[in-house]
């Protein structure tokens, strides 16, 4: 038994782990095993990779096949984004969709459909797959895409693990011609500024704001938004530089909404309305991977990252009646990231819609979970959503408004037998069969 936790460190759980070595006996283990759920890098913040069983893609770890004409991309599922990284950016090809990590398996990326800076142009990371195949209930491996068992695909793309393990997967790169991103920053005074300003830039490929949110009055919804570009010259390199670490958990007095609000003032105030900065895709997309366990910062008790979208139509209102309540409560946040949503993909739950999203880390404590309690609902009426790969805390009542196609999926899910077979504790807990 392992203690198993996600990267907010909340909850955890005593759990058998199997690493299988092979695809034989990871179809051997799935079928004499039930209440699995498969598992990647444990980059999901709460317990979507949580189960008293998991099942470990790490041994899958192969590139299969690479066309370097028209950027297709065969791999394993358990191969990260860093590492395909890697093979593609010197060849001038780049990854269709970035999450704010580069530490994430391609399993995760199609369980969780993760988003990049890119949604409002690229859509979700399932919006560039050509296919993948699925290992299901039964341990036999099926393939599958848009055409051919298209019911499995809107299901397993966001369908956090509980339709089967994923194996290998195709996906359409997109061509560079170097490995630097055009950056250009704008200082927002207010929320209705950024909200502007991110509508002024729709054109820009990549777009996403931080935003101070402990601050009231003439300082609330200050924030800072960058923007970027592929460079169209310079080099095609990929970083050696080594991570720093954080070698254990730290203090939890260390994050406290004095040293928040002082870290806050010091990055509004140290940035500036700045264009046309050339600076590495590593620093552009994952400033944070340069800190190995950054996560300890918050502490042994944890952290949750809260992540909501809210439709276009309720817009900046709604976002504002969200970021007063927030900052009301004084429960800061280091880390607070605005991004402005494209349309919504078919999959039955993925969690993108056109409109704002706004992601906060809290360390965790009763006022947090009091707080997460009372936005909930807020969300739910304005005909929002919360980000499953986030979440620790929602109960079912929410999940089955934010999600009103889970009824869709569960169907899926009983047509391929995954239930009974795949299971977490997050899904349980958000009343999934
Ligand atoms: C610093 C940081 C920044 C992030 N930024 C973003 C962001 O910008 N956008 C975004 O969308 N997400 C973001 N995330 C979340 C992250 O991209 C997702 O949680 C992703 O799923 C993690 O991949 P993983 O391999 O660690 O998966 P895990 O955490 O191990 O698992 C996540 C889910 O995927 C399922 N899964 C994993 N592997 C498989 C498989 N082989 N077959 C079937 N199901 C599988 C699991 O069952 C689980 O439900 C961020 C996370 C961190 C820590």
Redesign the pocket.
Known sequence: MIRIH??GNFPSIDSEVFSPKSLTASSDLITNINNL?????????GD??NSKKI?Q?NY?NRFISFDHENGILICD??L?INEILSLIVPRGWFIPV????S???????????????NHHHQG??SDHLLSFE?MLADGSITQVSRSHLPDLFQA?CG?????????SASIQLIPIKSSQIIQSLVKCGSLEEVCDQFYINRDKTYSVAWIDCLSSGKNFGRSVLMVGEHSESGKLSVSKKAPINIPFNMPASLLNSYSIRLFNSIYYHSSSTQSDMNISYEKFFYP??GIRN??RLYGKAGFI?YQFVIPMAVGIDGLKKILVKIVDSGLGSFLA?LKCFGLANANYLS?PMEGFTL?LDFKLSDSVIKLVSNLDPMVVDMGGRI????DALMNDTTFKSCYPLWENFEQVRAKYGAIGK?S?I?SKRLGLQ
């Open positions: 996600g990267w759920i498969p598992r990647g890098f444990g980059r999901s913040y979507s990779a099942l893609s899958l599922s358990g990260s970035a999450p704010g990590t530490f994430v398996s391609v399993g995760g990326a199609i369980a969780s459909d993760v988003h990049g800076k979700c990371f699925l397993t369908g956090m693990g509980l339709t089967g393990f994923i194996v944070l991977d950054w996560n990252q990231v969690f992601a980000y499953l790969t986030k795949f977490s997050q």
